[in-house]
């Protein structure tokens, strides 16, 4: 079984997940493509359970507030250059107060866990052909921050300037 | 300036250490080029044509003389002993070997510097005005915003990967010297009738391939909100910026494809999620930030000494003094600006040696403190006049008294096909025959401040655009040709990017060109008129005669 990093830990996983164009499996847990989590047109009954993934030119707008009952939803980074998830993520986190567990999946490396850990990620599918243990003790090369960000609700300068 | 606290050092002692394993990996192939290749450029290095080349940061310009000599060190252990300061108040070094680099950071970090964000898809080093703090005209000193904008940028985690490298200035004075309206954002200190201090915020201006002038986004921001704001432009940008074409990817191509209103509202409608959230700035920290960049022990009323005679004794001092150095708010001080524009030398150069002598000058003239300015020069802000003289002749010894400040062969250079990978045309070998062809004092006196900037290609870091003289290399066929244009300038009311004259010319014919455009000035201009004056009035059509005769 494929295994991620969650909140620190590394776990097994078994969220199947599905492509934009890609077939659904006959159960199980399902992270489905939003546009067709929004369409309404899957049975979700027919499944353990159902979370879902972002790609990562959505535009969050009044429907988004729905992912709020999800028990996960990942963010897709197609390749790790590509920084738009972050601003999902903040996003999902500040601004629809999405409290669940937050994946990101795609090009995920150990280079940018750590932003992405900022942004609001606790759940990480680092990219199959790299050592996630590796990843897991390199996730916090910095123990000093300057902004605020999800891990650090004040800017340092509140800490050290207030 | 500013100084570390144990919180800013360790940020970048971690950064090393970091920077060091991500080396490692690479050199151990567990890094594909691809994935190491962002990581390395956040970290100010490139791959050049003959070696990396390492960009290190300067913020805003400050130095101190302890971080020069360290400088000076690098360039003597690591390079060939130089370093080239560049158009954005860095420097770089030319030759180090990659395995050195992690060292090379180990050593700039036992003195506050760095290379983070020196290159990279984000946000780059906040540049401004290099007479900050001295200058009379000062609605109030940019820096300590400046340094604001330095730590809230220092690994912003959601905006490391952006579309496109993203740059920064600030101008505290009302003669715009920093350039703004050319950045991705420009913010412009202003005071309002009540004497509250503000930001006009302009967004969208660059050079590079398709030059476009900033456009104001938000007048007069109140001061505290300057972080959520810009959250809220760089949220947008990393958004919805184009990611599709790099050529097409940078902020101005947005905000002119959604237009500036529309813009402005995708901003106003992220910001309410941000304004007032924790990063907003209180009183106590703006303080803390300004206390950072208090005035200098400065004596009251110095004597001059014997400066008047001194200068009256001495054409060669009286022309340095005429050229090289800035009225200062404080009597009996002035600012001196070093010039590393001697002819021959690459424009912005500096030997280990002549950096040792300028930490050693910093600390008997100017309080220990140096300035690096966007035409890549050097400053000594804070110099009593009593010792100009003495000052001077140091720098004269040392070949960085060039009385050309301000003047055409001060002229802004990359380093072109010398140097770098990517130009069309080599640039320091013309830059130095036009300053050649232009080596009488009394005749470039007499034409006054014109800029010449020159690009080796069209990513224009020298910033042709802006010159009033633009030189820009391109590639004919295989062959190195230079496209001319008039009339640029910064400035931000008159900012306004230069025309093309007209086909691109030989290498040899450079400098003829140059002189026929400036006998064309000498000929129409009226008393006291700039060259570039006399160019907008006159047009363009004369200098292209006369050239294309
Ligand atoms: S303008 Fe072109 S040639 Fe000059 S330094 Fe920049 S990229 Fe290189």
Redesign the interface.
Known sequence: MPNIILNGQIVDDNWQLVSLDGELPAGGKVLLPYPLWLSGEVDISAFEAIGVWLPNDTVLDEQAKALDALPVIAVDFPVFSDGRGYTLARQLRERFNFKAELRAIGDVLQDQLFFMHRCGFNSFAVRADRSIEEALAAMKPFSVSYQAALDQPQPLFAQRWA | MYKY?D??Q??VD??V??FR??TQRYLDGKLADT?YL??RLQNGIYIQKHAPMLRVAIPYGMLNSIQMRKLAHIARTYDKNYAHFTTRQNVQFNWPELKDTPDILAELATVQMHAIQTSG?CIRNTTTDQFAGIAGDEVTDPRPWCE?VR??S?????????PRKFKIAISGTTEDRAAIRFHDVGLQLVKNEQGEIGFDVYVGGGLGRTPLIGELVKQNLAPQHL?TYLEAIL?VY??FGR?DNKYKARIKILVKALGVEAFAERVAAEWQ?LVD???T??D??IN??ASFFLDPAYEANPSEGDFAQQRADNKAFSRFVTNNTTAHKQAGYVAVTLSLKKTGVPPGDVTDAQMDLIADLADQYSFGELRISHHQNVILADVKKSELYALWQALEANGLATPNIGKLTDMICCPGGDFCGLANAKSIPVAAAIQERFDDLDYLYDLGEIELNFSGCMNACGHHHIGNIGLLGVDRKGEEFYQLSLGGRAGRDEANVGKILGPSLKQELIPDAIEKVIKVYVENRLDGELFVDTYHRIGQEKFKERVYA
């Open positions: 606290d919180f800013d360790k940020l971690e950064r250490i970091q394993d991500q994935e962002p990581l898809n604001i730590q809230w220092t690994f912003h985690p959601e905006f490391a990967f952006l972080l949220r990393n958004q990611r999620y959230s924790p990063s700035l209180t106590k920290v803390k930030a």
